[in-house]
């Protein structure tokens, strides 16, 4: 097991995946679809276990949706073995952190719920962690205490977009949030709704942008490498971006050079579309070779 651990801070939902959904509905219609199954959601969660399963350690920080879910999450992120060591259960009479996932033609679409403060504020020095991973810029948004936090616990931080109408709608200056991060995880989307608002391409250290089934690209002072990938088909794609975001973490943080952690990334993004939910793919990945991260 590598020495280097990451701290994974983000919403936490129970994902309902709907698979094989034959066309999204339409107001007055009703789809009916046969593949449906429940899983722990969120980006935080589902890079956590990623790097968990390429042999880091991890741990989450985030808040249980509200019961009944909350069981079938922590069942699943145990099974994952991620440490819920620094999670908090929801707050009495709150409505539970929902996504409805519906799968089709090698995409998907979400809608989610979400419901009181995504995790619990507190201090991150004397934990141990080398590295705090935030699973979306809206958790940062709301809990901007964490860059100091993790600063002086001597952590460096990554952080993932995350798709959400309000901040990537509407006018906003989300580049001195994103500038203060060590690493810029967006998708290809997001990253062009990001530059329509004004921010730079690069908007962070180093900043690498998800182009799906094309691969993906870092930006850095040195320059830009840009990997590709092979097209596989997609069962569910959710939580490919935030396995890659795993991926990528796991070989960036034990030295590996840039073109490698791409493609190290592109393998673990590919994995999970294979199977429903976004961590149904990731045993596929337990002999992936990651230089320094397992034994």
Same mark, same amino acid.
């Given at each position: 097991m590598s020495d280097i651990s990451i701290l994974s801070?983000? %919403?936490?939902? *129970?994902?309902?995946?709907?698979?094989?959904?034959?066309?999204?509905?339409?107001?007055?219609? $009703?789809?009916?679809?046969?593949g449906l199954s429940l899983h722990a959601g969120g980006g935080a969660f589902i890079t956590a276990a990623t790097t968990k399963t390429l042999g880091l350690k991890s741990a989450l920080l985030s808040t249980l949706p509200a019961a009944p879910f909350d069981q079938i999450v922590a069942k699943d992120i145990e099974a994952r073995g991620v440490d819920t060591t620094h999670c908090?259960?929801?707050?009495?009479?709150?409505?539970?952190?929902? !996504?409805?996932?519906?799968?089709? =033609?090698? /995409? %998907?679409?979400?809608l989610s719920?979400?419901?009181?403060?995504?995790?619990?504020?507190?201090?991150? $020095?004397?934990?141990?962690?080398n590295h705090l991973h935030i699973g979306e810029l809206r958790s940062l948004v709301e809990q901007p205490w964490l860059?100091?936090? =993790? %600063?002086?616990?001597?952590?460096?931080?990554?952080? /993932? *977009?995350?798709?959400?109408?309000?901040?990537?709608?509407?006018?906003?200056?989300?580049?001195? +949030?994103?500038?203060?991060?060590d690493l810029f995880l967006p998708n290809e989307r997001e990253m062009a709704r990001l530059t329509a608002m004004g921010l730079p391409p690069d908007p962070a250290p180093l900043t690498v942008v998800k182009?799906?089934?094309?691969? =993906?690209?870092?930006?850095?002072?040195?320059?830009?490498? !840009?990997?590709? !990938?092979?097209?596989? /088909?997609?069962?569910?794609?959710?939580g490919a971006g935030d396995a890659f975001n795993g991926?990528?973490?796991?070989?960036?943080?034990?030295?590996?050079?840039? =073109?490698? *952690? +791409?493609?190290?990334?592109? %393998? *673990?993004?590919g994995a999970v579309i294979s199977s429903a939910g976004g961590t149904g793919g990731l045993s596929a990945l337990r002999h992936l070779a990651v230089p320094g991260a397992a034994e």
């Open positions: 801070a983000g %919403r936490l939902y *129970c994902d309902l995946v709907f698979a094989g959904t034959p066309r999204m509905p339409t107001l007055g219609t $009703e789809t009916f679809v046969d908090a259960s929801a707050e009495p009479g709150q409505m539970p952190q929902i !996504t409805v996932v519906m799968a089709m =033609a090698g /995409d %998907r679409s979400f719920h979400k419901s009181g403060a995504a995790l619990p504020e507190t201090s991150l $020095e004397g934990l141990g962690f860059v100091n936090a =993790a %600063r002086k616990a001597g952590m460096s931080i990554s952080l /993932d *977009c995350g798709w959400d109408d309000e901040l990537l709608g509407a006018p906003g200056d989300p580049a001195t +949030l994103i500038a203060q991060v182009c799906g089934a094309r691969g =993906a690209t870092a930006l850095s002072p040195e320059g830009r490498v !840009t990997v590709g !990938t092979t097209r596989l /088909d997609a069962f569910d794609a959710t991926g990528f973490l796991s070989a960036w943080l034990t030295g590996t050079p840039l =073109a490698g *952690c +791409l493609s190290i990334a592109n %393998r *673990c993004g």
